[in-house]
């Protein structure tokens, strides 16, 4: 149950992630579409996670379920969500930043 309401939860944000129509530009419209790169860059960095270190940091970091919430739910021990975790967080930490010194250097 807790992987199909996260995967819906996945699909809503990709939904809600696309593209604004162009405006007038200005301060608002700027942060706007500041906020809405950075939307898109973590849902690709997300995307490049591993299925089950998807579930366990979206479980753990999005959803607000503990440790042991998340392994009873992925059927594993607790210690293996805590390395699940730990490594989805360190690869998503790398791809934004990979992102950032791209967009940095342009």
Do not use: N
Request: charged share 30%; net charge positive.
């Amino acid at each position: 149950m807790v992987r199909s309401v996260a995967r819906d939860l996945g699909r809503r944000e990709l939904r809600l992630a696309r593209p604004v129509p162009p405006r007038e530009p200005g301060p608002d419209l700027e942060r706007q579409l500041d906020t809405q790169r950075a939307a898109t860059r973590a849902i690709e960095a997300f995307a490049t996670l591993t299925p089950r270190q998807r579930e366990a940091v979206d479980g753990v970091d999005r959803l607000g379920m503990s440790v042991a919430e998340v392994a009873a739910a992925m059927g594993v021990a607790p210690g293996t969500v805590r390395v699940l975790v730990h490594q989805g967080r360190k690869a998503l930490r790398a791809h934004l930043l990979d992102i950032e010194e791209v967009v940095d250097g342009l």
